[in-house]
């Protein structure tokens, strides 16, 4: 969408009071982002009141905006998420110090639009003719204000040794449109026999009201199912799940997998047979941090898809 971004950003203390003022554009779509933030930290909590114009993922927890995900639009052509422009406020809190939870919590008040793919530079562009990313799906229009709240805990130390991790998400919103969304993840690693670590993660979620386009639900990609591009399967609710034998080698490691998931109407959550389904091999180093994975779908639009991304431990 923004192509290269470049930008500049200014901190400022002020007695109790932490200052931020952020400024960007985009040398594709020409856009400028800019987001003034004022902070206050307790002993307890941070919060930080924050007004913005700037490109926004559907998914917010994914991590479409790092420089994981930059890298392989640039090396790879890949882009598996879909964006919106959103201009408001917002006033966000997390703890100072975590306990066995994480926590965080938002609200805000916003106009989303729609924004559309402006640039294809990429490295395949070198031997590869015509568009290379996928065209973002169009937001819908809105008006919102909402509220949204965040748990997560991560148990284990030892990314070789016993770990689990759990989280929920809650989000409301009013305004153009009306509707809530709830999720849930659950994971778990450990040691199993000839040396070698099993991983297993699932996840669920659905939403009620009238949603928009930017609040559904979506799966494909390297976050979701392995295999196929981005937004394959959508719907007002889904499930997920995929598992992993991994070798233990502590800065490389080979592993195989296989994801299912589904998405679409709850009321055919009974009958939901999974609608992706793929398998594949992997390679990831350094516990995780630069991972690569060669899939095959084996539902729906098959065939052979590699990813190359960072931060990508089960």
Same mark, same amino acid.
């Given at each position: 969408?923004?192509?290269?971004?470049?930008?500049?950003?200014?901190?400022?203390?002020?007695?109790?009071?932490?200052?931020?003022?952020?400024?960007?554009?985009?040398?594709?779509?020409?856009?400028?982002?800019?987001?003034?933030?004022?902070?206050?930290?307790?002993?307890?909590?941070?919060?930080?009141?924050?007004?913005?114009?700037?490109?926004?993922?559907?998914?917010?927890?994914?991590?479409?905006?790092?420089?994981?995900?930059?890298?392989?639009?640039?090396?790879?052509?890949?882009?598996?998420?879909?964006?919106?422009?959103?201009?408001?406020?917002?006033?966000?809190? &997390?703890?100072?110090?975590?306990?066995?939870?994480?926590?965080?919590?938002?609200?805000?008040?916003?106009?989303?639009?729609?924004?559309?793919?402006?640039?294809?530079?990429?490295?395949?562009?070198?031997? &590869?003719?015509?568009?290379?990313?996928?065209?973002?799906?169009?937001?819908?229009?809105?008006?919102?204000?909402?509220?949204?709240?965040?748990? &997560?805990?991560?148990?284990?130390?030892?990314?070789?040794?016993?770990?689990?991790?759990?989280?929920?998400?809650?989000?409301?919103?009013?305004?153009?449109?009306?509707?809530?969304?709830?999720?849930?993840?659950?994971?778990?690693?450990?040691?199993?026999?000839?040396?070698?670590?099993?991983?297993?993660?699932?996840?669920?979620?659905?939403?009620?009201?009238?949603?928009?386009?930017?609040?559904?639900?979506?799966?494909?990609?390297?976050?979701?199912?392995?295999?196929?591009?981005?937004?394959?399967?959508?719907?007002?609710?889904?499930?997920?799940? &995929?598992?992993?034998?991994?070798?233990?080698?502590?800065?490389?490691?080979?592993?195989?997998?296989?994801?299912?998931?589904?998405?679409?109407?709850?009321?055919?959550?009974?009958?939901?047979?999974?609608?992706?389904?793929?398998?594949?091999?992997?390679?990831?180093?350094?516990?995780?941090?630069?991972?690569?994975?060669?899939?095959?779908?084996?539902?729906?639009?098959?065939?052979?898809?590699?990813?190359?991304?960072?931060?990508?431990?089960?």
């Amino acid at each position: 969408v923004e192509g290269l971004s470049v930008g500049a950003r200014v901190d400022v203390g002020a007695g109790p009071l932490a200052l931020d003022a952020t400024a960007r554009l985009g040398t594709a779509d020409l856009e400028p982002g800019v987001e003034v933030g004022v902070a206050r930290e307790t002993s307890a909590w941070r919060y930080r009141l924050a007004g913005y114009r700037r490109l926004d993922t559907f998914d917010r927890a994914s991590s479409a905006l790092g420089l994981g995900a930059s890298l392989s639009a640039l090396l790879l052509g890949r882009d598996e998420a879909d964006y919106l422009r959103a201009t408001g406020a917002e006033l966000a809190a &997390r703890p100072v110090r975590f306990g066995r939870w994480e926590q965080a919590w938002r609200l805000f008040a916003e106009h989303q639009h729609p924004v559309s793919r402006e640039t294809d530079i990429t490295l395949p562009r070198a031997w &590869r003719d015509g568009p290379v990313f996928r065209e973002v799906l169009p937001a819908d229009r809105a008006d919102q204000v909402g509220a949204a709240l965040t748990l &997560r805990t991560v148990r284990g130390e030892s990314a070789l040794g016993l770990r689990w991790t759990a989280g929920t998400e809650l989000e409301a919103q009013a305004g153009s449109f009306r509707f809530g969304r709830a999720s849930a993840l659950a994971g778990l690693a450990a040691p199993i026999p000839f040396g070698l670590v099993g991983s297993l993660e699932g996840a669920v979620g659905t939403s009620a009201g009238t949603v928009p386009v930017q609040g559904l639900w979506y799966l494909g990609g390297p976050g979701s199912v392995r295999g196929y591009p981005g937004a394959t399967a959508a719907g007002k609710s889904f499930w997920r799940a &995929r598992g992993e034998v991994a070798t233990r080698g502590p800065g490389a490691r080979l592993a195989t997998f296989m994801d299912a998931g589904w998405a679409g109407e709850r009321s055919d959550w009974s009958s939901a047979d999974p609608t992706l389904l793929s398998a594949g091999v992997g390679a990831s180093f350094l516990d995780g941090l630069i991972r690569a994975d060669l899939a095959r779908a084996l539902r729906g639009r098959t065939g052979w898809r590699l990813d190359v991304y960072l931060d990508a431990a089960l």
